[in-house]
Each structure stands twice: as C-alpha cells, then as structure tokens.
C-alpha cells in the first residue's frame, strides 16, 4: 500500500520532470518523429512501481550476459565490463543513489541506459537476444519466487505461535458452536489447531504454485525466441531455476502463475479473516474469552473506557484488497489475444500490494498470537450454557441399545423440560431424567459433565486433550518438514 501511496504522490513531480526530459532520446525512438506526449510518458511509465524489480531485474542481466559469453555471443572481455557496471548500478540502487527517470519508462530502460552511461559503447550491447518482454516476465518470476518463500516462512511462525498456544491450552474448556449457537464443548487448543490445519494447506498451496512460478522464461524474446544460438539451460542454472519455458509465445504473455499466487494468497487472507472475526468476538464484552495485549489494541478518541481489536479487524478489512487483486488479474488476461500486450505492465500493481499486504497480516497475526490471553473462567462458564452435552446423553442412551434417532427425541424432551426448569441438563436430578427413559441410570451424570464429554472424543482429529497433545506433536514434525524442506528447495 506504501508503494501504491507512493506512485500516486508522485506522479505530480513525474510531470514536471517530464516536460524537461521529453526530449530525451528514447532507447526505442528510431522510427519516431516527434518527442512522445508529456501525457504518454507519464500514463505508460512503470518505473515509480517495477523499481522493486531493479534487484532481480540486474541479477538477471548478469545472468543473461553470461550465457550470452558461454555460447560466445559476446566476448569475454565485454561481459566482464557489463557485469561490473551492473554490480555498481546495483551499488547504487541499494544506497538510494539511482535516479530513477520516468521518461525511460520502467525499470528495464533505466538499468540499461545507466549501464551505457556509466560503461560506454560496450553497455549497448547487453539486450543482445533479449527483450523486456522475456526480461520482464523473468523478473517477476524471480522476484515473486523469493517472496512466496518469505510469505511460508511468516506461515511457519504463526504456526508455531499457533502450536505454541495450543499446548497451553489442551484441557481448556469452551464451547464449541454451529450456527454460532451453543454445539458441543471443544478444547480450546483443539480450536486452535483447526487454525494451524487451514494456515498448513496455504503454506503446501503456496510451495505447489512456486513449482509453476519458478520456471525460466528468458530466451523467449519478443515473442518467438531469438535467432542467437543462446543456452537457455544454462541461464536456468545460473538463476537456479529447475526448468526453462517451453513456449516463448506463451512465456512473454501469460500470468496465470501471479493469478494462481493471488489465489493462494486470497486464501491465506480468508483465513486470517475468519481468525480475525472470532478474536474480534472473543474479546466483546459478550464473550470476554480472551484478552489481547494492550500492545496489540488501540483505543477510542472519544469512549475512554475502549480498547478495540483494530488488528484483527483491519486483517478482516484487507482481505477484500486481496479478493480484489485476485479478480483484476484473471481480469486483465482475460481474453488477451497472443502474446504480450501492455496490459501486462498492470500486473505488477495487483501483484505487489498483494505480497504486501498477505504479509503484513501475517506479521499481524504473528505478533498478536503470543499476547492472546485465555479466560479459562468465562471459556468454561459460557460451556455450561446452551445445553451443550445434550449430544452426549444421546449417546449414552445409545450405548444402552435405544436407537440414536429415539435417543434423539428422548434428549430433546429432556431438553425441553429443563428449559422450562431453569436448570442445565446435568442439574437435573436422576428421578427427573429417568421420567424420558428408563434406560438412565446414575452413571449419566459422568456423560454430562463437560470434561467427560470432551474426554469422550478420543479419536485422530477428536477434542479429546489426549488427542490434541498427540495432534499437537505431528503439527511440530509437520512444520519441521516444511522447513527442512524449504531449506533444500
Ligand atoms: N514495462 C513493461 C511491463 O511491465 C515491459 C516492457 C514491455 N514493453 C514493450 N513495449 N514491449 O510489462
């Protein structure tokens, strides 16, 4: 959002920039007769945005320099001075001395005009078999290939918080609900790793998507190669990408990978947004099961009494921009004849602040985890409530061969008459319960009890505490997989 904020502020100073620098000879300006319009140059420019790119887009180049010395397109000689005014460009760059100038359009035109300012004649020859429609596309996959893997990292934290939590929480008692009213009773670490289990598929989701991501498009060219006998496997090696595309056509033109991540990150997102609501809800007066730090809550100008959970609710708010990058990319390919066009410049907007933002919330949600502080009281209060172990009695009359769906009726003619008593299912006497059936004896009342009830779900992916802390122990191995993992890859 910084970097959106940013462009728009200025856009104003582009203008005035422009007037003077229109006149400026454009690495393309050939076949042009008149200087471009000041409004074209400042409606085409993409430099105040793909400037995030400079870093891949120079470690590219270098790349491409290489191979183009390896097939001895060009000579060693040249590539040693190419590589060495790219390495001080990006000296530069790193220390906020470039200036970036938006009459040369975007970040591919900058680097490589600064290369034949700083190196001379020899610089002009680095796009030799290349052009910004590979080196673009390329650039995006190495940039995005590298925040994929930051984004399962921040992934990994807040799963690690989120286990970490869990294991405090095991014989936490709450209530747990369908159509947000009273259900079954559920352990608190037990919610906590339905968290873990959603976030775990985004970080697999994310790992699948980078496969498709990490392949090389450069040496597609404009759109049907280069008649350079270039190696493009050895440019795959040297960028560590797995493999090289098999279609310049469709290499220079497609995004669906960024569309595919915008997905997974919209998933992420949604999530998070689901998370939020619930921590929102807990720390309401009318449920008060939590506290968040004070660190993590910001207060009102007006009510001195509040302290509001803007973190979770601002994480709820931003999952919308996600939904929304997600649709202007299908959006911009749709219907996009072959092969490059324009709209692609557009790409990098969506895809951007989608990066930003997925890891802001994550970075949200890892700070905010460790400050949750649980109300075991309430948590256990609000259990009792609700009739909540009426599913249990079922089951008990079960076990003593009434059918379920009679058992059913029995519990719900229970249940009726205690509502009309003011009393829980478990404050009712024997004689009171024995009135629906002859089948309950007094060992009922172990069944009524919300630790009996929990303890009763004692099976893989059961609220049972037993089974939360073995759960607890393959999340642990599960995430240490994913690390190692990504430590290879
Ligand atoms: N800045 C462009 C983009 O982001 C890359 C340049 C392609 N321009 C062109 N005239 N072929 O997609």
């Not at 994310?206 to 498709?212: E, K, M, P, S, V």
């Not at 006998?229 to 033109?253: C, H, M, Q, W």
């Not at 939020?276 to 730090?293: C, K, T």
């Amino acid at each position: 959002m910084l970097f959106v904020q940013k462009s728009a502020l200025n856009n104003s100073q582009y203008t005035a920039d422009m007037t003077a620098k229109n006149k400026k000879k454009k690495p393309w300006g050939g076949r042009f007769a008149t200087p471009t319009d000041e409004f074209v140059e400042c409606f085409t420019e993409s430099v105040s945005y793909d400037q995030r790119l400079a870093l891949v887009d120079i470690k590219g180049s270098i790349a491409h320099a290489e191979m183009l010395a390896h097939v001895g397109v060009l000579s060693k000689q040249d590539i040693r001075k190419i590589v060495r005014g790219l390495k001080a460009i990006e000296k530069d760059i790193r220390q906020g001395k470039f200036r970036w100038d938006p009459a040369l359009e975007d970040v591919h035109m900058n680097i490589e005009s600064a290369l034949i300012k700083r190196i001379g004649e020899v610089g002009k020859k680095l796009h030799t078999g290349r052009s910004r429609n590979d080196q673009v596309a390329t650039d995006i996959r190495l940039y995005l290939r590298a925040e994929i893997q930051s984004i399962r990292q921040l992934l990994s934290e807040v799963m690690t918080a989120l286990v970490d939590l869990a294991e405090k929480e095991t014989e936490t008692i709450m209530p747990g609900f369908t159509h947000m009213q009273t259900a079954q009773p559920v352990t608190f670490g037990h919610h906590l790793l339905a968290w873990f289990e959603m976030l775990y598929r985004d970080s697999l989701r994310l790992a699948d998507c980078r496969t498709r991501v990490n392949v090389l498009p450069l040496g597609s060219g404009a759109l049907a190669g280069t008649s350079y006998p270039i190696d493009r496997a050895y440019t795959a090696k040297l960028l560590g990408f797995p493999a090289v595309t098999e279609n310049s056509l469709d290499a220079v033109s497609d995004r669906d990978f960024a569309v595919e991540f915008c997905h997974c990150a919209a998933l992420v997102m949604m999530h998070l947004s689901r998370f939020s609501e619930e921590l929102v809800l807990w720390m309401s007066q009318q449920f008060a099961f939590i506290e968040l730090d004070d660190a993590w809550c910001t207060g009102s100008s007006i009510m001195p009494q509040k302290k509001n959970p803007d973190i979770a609710e601002l994480v709820r708010g931003k999952t919308g921009r996600l939904y929304g990058h997600l649709m202007s990319l299908l959006t911009l390919m749709k219907a996009q004849p072959l092969a490059y066009n324009r709209d692609n410049q557009e790409d990098k907007l969506a895809l951007f602040d989608a990066i930003d933002t997925v890891k802001q919330c994550l970075l949200a949600y890892r700070g905010m985890i460790p400050g949750i502080r649980v109300r075991n009281e309430a948590m256990l209060t609000a259990a009792g409530q609700g009739y909540i172990t009426a599913t249990d009695l079922a089951d008990y009359l079960v076990r003593k061969q009434v059918p379920f769906r009679d058992a059913h009726a029995v519990v719900g003619r229970a249940v009726r008459y205690a509502i009309g008593q003011s009393k829980d299912l478990s404050e009712l006497s024997l004689k009171e319960l024995q009135q629906f059936s002859k089948k309950i004896g007094k060992d009922v009342f172990d069944c009524l009890s919300l630790e009996g009830s929990v303890a009763a779900r004692d099976h893989v992916g059961g609220t049972a505490p037993k089974q939360v802390r073995q759960a607890i122990r393959r999340a642990r191995k599960r995430l240490i997989k994913i690390m190692v993992e990504d430590g290879e890859g």
